[in-house]
């Protein structure tokens, strides 16, 4: 079974551009969910979706934002970059629903985002 | 809001001794997950080990084992026999699922980076 799938790993933009991430969960897996990981802050939640939906979000401006699709695959995109959005960006899927509470998430291996 | 943290930002430890890596959290709920998860220089999250708050029982898996004190919100990892491989940044985390919305959030801890000495 593949695991999650990340593109691009690498990724160097300028500040002002947008930016999308892709992640492609682990085939029956509806759940996908999204994290910054920085060296000071750790794993931040962005936000979460199921079904296509977005069902859970954390603390980030308006600029970042994302959307599900009905093969279960996610994007991410981030407006209007700042220096310190330079990270890197972890996606999770998990296999889940509405009646059985979530175990494990299986996370990708990250893109990872460099602003100058 | 819960929290959770990890007060070692690095350890090490000579291989094949034991390691014991520190996490408490912050919440007033009842039902939750507790996990910890690793990530070698590859990048890639891996699940070490999970635990049910409800299980009195402190979860093991193979050369990992948990001390899971829910009266204390401390949740500590011991690693037995330390291996080379075993060097990375291990995340303590957090999950409450959300029962209104049938959704849930991790909360990670920042981290400890942890250097397994040949």
């Known amino acids: 079974k593949a695991g999650v799938t990340q593109t691009p790993r690498y990724l160097i933009k300028t500040r002002g551009q947008q930016v999308t991430l892709s992640c492609s969960p682990i085939s029956g897996h509806r759940s996908v969910s999204w994290y910054q990981q920085t060296p000071g802050q750790g794993l931040q939640f962005l936000f979460e979706y199921f079904s296509e939906t977005q069902r859970n979000k954390g603390n980030f401006p308006g600029r970042f934002s994302g959307r599900q699709f009905s093969n279960s695959r996610s994007e991410m995109n981030v407006s209007t970059l700042e220096l310190g959005d330079s990270a890197l960006y972890l996606c999770a899927s998990s296999y889940r629903d509405l009646e059985t509470p979530n175990t494990e998430a299986f996370f990708g291996q990250g893109t990872r985002l460099t602003v100058v | 809001a819960q929290t959770v943290t990890q007060s070692q930002p690095e350890m090490s430890v000579q291989e094949a001794e034991t390691v014991t890596l520190s996490c408490t959290y912050d919440?007033?709920?009842?039902?939750?997950?507790l996990f910890w998860y690793k990530q070698p220089p590859s990048r890639q999250m891996i699940l070490v080990i999970r635990q049910e708050a409800y299980k009195q029982q402190n979860a093991t898996e193979n050369r990992f084992s948990v001390n899971f004190q829910k009266a204390a919100k401390s949740f500590s990892l011991k690693i037995s026999d330390s291996q080379l491989g075993d060097t990375a940044m291990y995340f303590c985390?957090?999950?409450?699922?959300?029962?209104?919305?049938?959704?849930?959030?991790?909360?990670f801890g920042t981290g400890t980076r942890l250097k397994v000495l040949a």
């Open positions: 985390a957090f999950m409450k699922p959300l029962s209104t919305s049938g959704t849930y959030k991790y909360i």
């Open positions: 919440t007033s709920e009842s039902n939750y997950y």
